[in-house]
């Protein structure tokens, strides 16, 4: 079992920045492949960023890719998704997510164990 509780989230303007955080408990945390999702209301969620066990390997949601940043900490059990120039078409739900996957997957249902999320609002 693992444990996930994001943090960071919070109200801001376009053009701005925040750091999402998800710290994990339980099984060892290097062992699983880590993601970030997004909801937004009355839309299906949506695959953000992943990062392989080592973190050597990432991928990205074409909607993010040169503004977010996904990275993680083994020795902290943390994951953490920087997000710059931020829009309002960024406004979601931020979820991060767990799989025991050989390799980085955009695939929700490849995720074993989820947080309860954070909610992300950028105003115009």
């Known amino acids: 079992q693992v444990q996930l509780v994001e943090s960071g989230g919070g109200l801001l303007q376009a053009g701005g920045s925040l750091r999402l955080s998800c710290a994990a408990s339980?099984?060892?945390?290097?062992?699983?492949?880590m993601g970030w999702f997004r909801q937004a209301p009355g839309k299906e969620r949506e695959f953000v960023a992943a990062?392989?066990?080592?973190?050597?390997?990432?991928r990205y949601a074409d909607s993010v890719k040169g503004r977010f940043t996904i990275s993680r900490d083994n020795a902290k059990n943390t994951v953490y998704l920087q997000m710059n120039s931020l829009k309002p078409e960024d406004t979601a739900v931020y979820y991060c997510?767990?799989?025991?996957?050989?390799?980085?997957?955009?695939?929700?249902?490849?995720?074993?164990?989820w947080g309860q999320g954070t909610q992300v609002t950028v105003s115009s």
């Open positions: 997510a767990a799989a025991r996957t050989f390799g980085v997957t955009t695939n929700p249902a490849a995720y074993d164990y």
């Open positions: 339980g099984r060892t945390f290097s062992n699983y492949v």
């Open positions: 990062i392989s066990w080592s973190g050597g390997n990432t």
